[in-house]
């Protein structure tokens, strides 16, 4: 390459670069002017803005932090789950029992005894009893008692049991809360009956 076309090539570069330098410094001008057109718009806005006092704003500030913080604990205290060892162990995606608000919700019981998970007897009174007893674990639990229970859903396999079962049914719930009893084709374990219970716990 001769002198005169290295010199011709090393002006085209310095021209190139001159020319993207040049560019680049417009495209920052444009972005600042965008940025300036912003700023006034919002300086106009905040100007039409009552102007907030420290001592205002930071009270404002603690007000909403405190109540923030109460609805995370009135969130974290929605659901509460109940166990005991005292009644049947929940078997699958389910709880003994769930607390919500002042309101206690108890899974449905079935005659098992819970110190050898067997069903405890084969007519409808042993069966029955035995079923008053794992609810009444569970209510001891969660700080209630039958008496403050206010609705019960009971399942029969059998609608001529009714008789000898609310016979029992009878010696628990004094306070004779709401009630559905319903027979239905099939109970788990082939059991007789099932209760579940809802109590107010205030």
């Known amino acids: ?7 011709r090539k090393d002006a085209e ?11 680049a410094e417009k495209a920052l001008k444009a972005v600042k002017e965008k940025a300036a057109e912003k700023k006034a718009v919002l300086d106009d806005l905040l100007g039409e803005i009552p102007t907030v006092h420290t001592d205002e704003l930071q009270k ?5 932090e405190k109540m923030a913080e109460s609805d995370d604990k009135a969130e974290d205290e929605i659901l509460t789950t109940v166990s005991t060892e005292k009644a049947p162990a929940a078997i699958g995606p389910y709880s003994q029992a769930v607390i919500a608000g002042d309101f206690l919700f108890a899974s449905g019981q079935i005659p098992i005894n819970p110190k050898t998970g067997e069903i405890d ?6 069966q029955a009893r035995r079923v008053m007893k794992n609810i009444g ?3 001891k639990k969660a700080g209630t008692s ?3 229970v206010v609705k019960t859903t009971c399942f029969l396999a059998d609608l001529a049991d009714f ?8 010696e628990y719930f004094t306070e004779k809360p709401a009630r559905s009893c319903v027979a239905v084709k099939q109970i788990p374990k082939g059991v007789l009956c099932e209760v579940e219970v809802i109590a107010y716990l205030k």
């Open 163 to 170: 008789a000898a079962f609310n016979e029992v049914y009878g």
């Open 13 to 23: 570069k310095k021209q190139k670069k001159e020319a993207k330098k040049d560019k």
């Open 60 to 64: 404002y500030a603690e007000k909403h």
């Open 121 to 126: 007897g084969e007519d409808i009174q042993t």
């Open 1 to 7: 390459m001769s002198k005169k076309d290295k010199e």
């Open 146 to 148: 039958y008496d403050h």
């Open 137 to 139: 674990k569970i209510l």
